[in-house]
Structure formats: structure tokens, C-alpha cells
């Protein structure tokens, strides 16, 4: 058990449709980072937010967006689904920002867009 | 660009063999380099991360892997495996600076038969 969690475990929607992922990192780390794992692209860094703002931005889509809140757990937003957002979708922590430093990872939630 | 290649795709071994992954980036420079492992349904659990200093490093569950900067690799190794070794393995680089995205391989499948 890594300490990240993620909600729901599983999410099953229609194209066109808006879902919310949700993250709590590990107790104390400030970074949250989100990535996407599909068949065809595999894992894929998303987005990084430290102590709420908004660090780093990898392969994101405009559809989608992030936010981290004063608590520091983040939220994943996804909308205007289409059938190639389907995927796993990873959260991951660290305690800082600095190059190299661990990042774990939670379990993923599973998106399927039917 | 930066790139990190996962040469097998799938790889079989028997348990009680040896094991060797292998993983090659282009970088810049020397990045910062992980192994992960992801079990089904789970999420990526960190095996090892090279930052510098001796080439050879040795992480959990039994594993190792060797930098050889000649030949940007980074391959990981484990003298006897055991059943609960079947997983997806990953490499990763990561740049070092605080622009923290981690690049990953495409993934190594592990079977392991009895």
C-alpha cells in the first residue's frame, strides 16, 4: 500500500459525459501528479500540481483539467468524453518537487467510455 | 527527444532462472532512472532509482540494475525468480531539474512458469 488513494476504483460512461477522479496523496507530500495509461500510448505523464499550483503540464488534453485543493488532495476532470479516453488513470505523490524524488503511485481508477 | 525503450515486449521465464529487463533512453543528459513494477490490478510499485554514484544499485524484492552510461541502459536484473515476479515492469527517466515528468518505457511482461 502506497499511502495514495484514488476514487472510484472503477467509472463506466457515456461519450459526451463529464467524470471527476479524485486523489489523496501520501500524508505530508505536497506534489500530486496524474498520468494515463492506455494500450496504445501507455503510461503518460498528464499534469503536476505542488502546494496547489499547478507545476508542470505533460500530454494533457484541453477536455481535461486538474485542480489541487488546500487540503492537497486533486482532483481530475474529464469532459466531452470520447471513446479514446478510456484508460487507466494513475495519481502519484512526492514530497516535493525536486528532480528524482519517489513518486507513488495509488491503485488507478479504471475509466471505460462506452 | 527524450526516449525510454523496453526492447522485449514479453519475456518468459522459468522460476528459479535468472532474469534480465532491459531499458535504453536518450537524454540530454544523465537523467534520473527508476524501475517500477506493476502486478495486475494494482498500481506502479517503485523496485529501484539510480541518482548517481555507483553504477550497480540494488533495490527491493531482490532486484538490481546496472547504469552503463557508454551504452545509455539501465537494465535490471534478478538472479532467481520467483512465481510472484509475474508482473509489468517499467523504466523510467526522469530529467534533473524540478521540471519532474517522468518518461516511461513502454513495459516488459513478465511471465513466470513453474
Known amino acids: 500500500d502506497s499511502g495514495v488513494t484514488q476514487t472510484p476504483k472503477h467509472l463506466i460512461t457515456a461519450t459526451g459525459q463529464r467524470v471527476t477522479l479524485r486523489c489523496s496523496p501520501r500524508?505530508?507530500?505536497?506534489?500530486v501528479y496524474w498520468y494515463q495509461q492506455s494500450l496504445d500510448q501507455g503510461l503518460q505523464f498528464l499534469i503536476q500540481?505542488?502546494?496547489?499550483?499547478?507545476?508542470a503540464k505533460g500530454n494533457i488534453l484541453e477536455r481535461f483539467s486538474a485542480q489541487q485543493f488546500p487540503d492537497l488532495h486533486s482532483e481530475l476532470n474529464l469532459s466531452s468524453l470520447e471513446l479514446g479516453d478510456s484508460a487507466l488513470y494513475f495519481c502519484?505523490?512526492?514530497?516535493?518537487?525536486?528532480?528524482?524524488?519517489?513518486?507513488?503511485f495509488g491503485p488507478g481508477t479504471r475509466l471505460l467510455v462506452l | 527527444a527524450q526516449s525510454v525503450t523496453q526492447p522485449d515486449i514479453h519475456i518468459t521465464v522459468s522460476e528459479g532462472a535468472s532474469l534480465e529487463l532491459r531499458c535504453n533512453y536518450s537524454?540530454?543528459?544523465?537523467?534520473?532512472l527508476f524501475w517500477y513494477v506493476q502486478s495486475p490490478g494494482q498500481g506502479l510499485q517503485l523496485l529501484l532509482k539510480?541518482?548517481?554514484?555507483?553504477?550497480l544499485v540494488q533495490g527491493i524484492k531482490g532486484f538490481e540494475a546496472e547504469f552503463k552510461r557508454s551504452q545509455s541502459s539501465f537494465n535490471l536484473r534478478k538472479p532467481s525468480v520467483h512465481w510472484s515476479d509475474a508482473a509489468e515492469y517499467f523504466c523510467?527517466?526522469?530529467?534533473?531539474?524540478?521540471?519532474?515528468?517522468?518518461?516511461f518505457g513502454a513495459g516488459t511482461t513478465v511471465t513466470v512458469r513453474a
Open positions: 502519484a505523490s512526492s514530497a516535493g518537487t525536486g528532480g528524482g524524488e519517489t513518486q507513488y
Open positions: 500524508s505530508g507530500d505536497l506534489s
Open positions: 500540481y505542488y502546494n496547489g499550483e499547478e507545476r
Open positions: 537524454y540530454g543528459a544523465t537523467p534520473y
Open positions: 539510480y541518482f548517481s554514484g555507483d553504477t
Open positions: 523510467a527517466v526522469g530529467p534533473r531539474s524540478n521540471d519532474y515528468k517522468l518518461s
